[in-house]
């Protein structure tokens, strides 16, 4: 499969992947800066996806600031090919998107973000990929996944979480995150869940606000 052009429009396009065709969706910013921000999707085993509400919304609120996205889908979800790996594959797909980013859009700071599980995935592949900036939201800290072996990006970093998350445990997300020799910047929405139900316009407002002064010149 030939590597595509990094396209003019909004498009979806195939990339080869890992474990085959990788499905992605390349949103541009009207106004656009040089920053291109991949985000990573929640768990696929739970009906997780690029197209995800939350994941759809944190890209909207990038773009409002002139950031251009890459959502994609993880291995097994969609039109991508292979199946679920439990986060080691998945680590792997983002690798591949990230590198496309970096030889296609050579001009572009490479941010990354990701919800949930997505945001395990990108918090983990952060010290190798050395992003410009990391966004983390709802990070299912204390379930299946290690986050202390994770080594914190050097990067600015915001988590946003849940008062109210039926999912993560909001007091086991604030606890790893002081716990951190470098702590992100930890913003706690109130009377918010896991998905954002009645949230998602306060999350915009949060993303667009969290992340203002980490935006270079258009």
Known sequence: ??????????????????????????????????????????LPTEGGSMHNKVVTMAARALRECGVDTVRFNFRGVGASAGNFDDGEGECDDLRAVAAWVRASRPDAALWLAGFSFGAYVSLRM????????????APPVGRSWDFDSIVPPSCPWLVIQGEADEIVDPEAVRAWAESLPQPPQLLRMPDTSHFFHRKLVDLRGAIRNGIKDWLPNG
């Open 126 to 137: 952060a010290a190798e990929l050395q992003p410009s900036a990391l966004l983390s939201i």
């Open 1 to 42: 499969m030939t590597s595509p052009a990094f396209p003019v429009e909004s498009s979806t396009l195939a990339l080869a992947g890992p474990a085959g065709a990788l499905e992605l969706a390349v949103d541009r910013a009207e106004k656009p800066r040089p920053v291109v921000a991949v985000v990573c999707h929640p």
